[in-house]
Nanobody
Framework: QVQLVESGGGLVQAGGSLRLSCAAS???????VGWFRQASGKEREFLAG????????YYTDSVKGRFTISRDYAKNTVYLQMNSLKPEDTALYYC?????????????WGQGTQVTVSS
């Protein structure tokens, strides 16, 4: 059974860093785990993804060079390291999981963790 629990959000000043964690149980060889965010009044936005088995990563262009996704296989945890944060990064951050052998849809979601960046 797939379960995703995010943590690590909080209040940070512009230019600062945060590392989000996603405890991701129930992953399989063909799983991918991704990070998304949704700011107030905006659509949910994909940020980054990682293949569970080989650790291959992919990012949306807007966060390349500032955000880094990684995973600790032994701890069943995926991280999102966020550097040089800006007020526009303020959002509710979610992790999600999909099984690429089943399809491309992100089927499983965590409850989210709030990130607020003050100017």
């Amino acid at each position: 059974q797939v379960q995703l629990v995010e943590s690590g959000g909080g209040l940070v000043q512009a230019g600062g860093s945060l590392r989000l964690s996603c405890a991701a149980s129930g992953q399989t060889f063909s799983s991918h785990v991704g990070w998304f965010r949704q700011a107030s009044g905006k659509e949910r936005e994909f940020l980054a993804g990682i293949g569970w088995s080989y650790g291959s990563t992919y990012y949306t262009d807007s966060v390349k060079g500032r955000f880094t996704i990684s995973r600790d296989y032994a701890k069943n945890t995926v991280y999102l390291q966020m550097n040089s944060l800006k007020p526009e990064d303020t959002a509710l951050y979610y992790c999600a999981s999909r099984d690429v052998k089943v399809g491309v849809d992100w089927r499983f979601w965590g409850q989210g963790t709030q990130v607020t960046v003050s100017s």
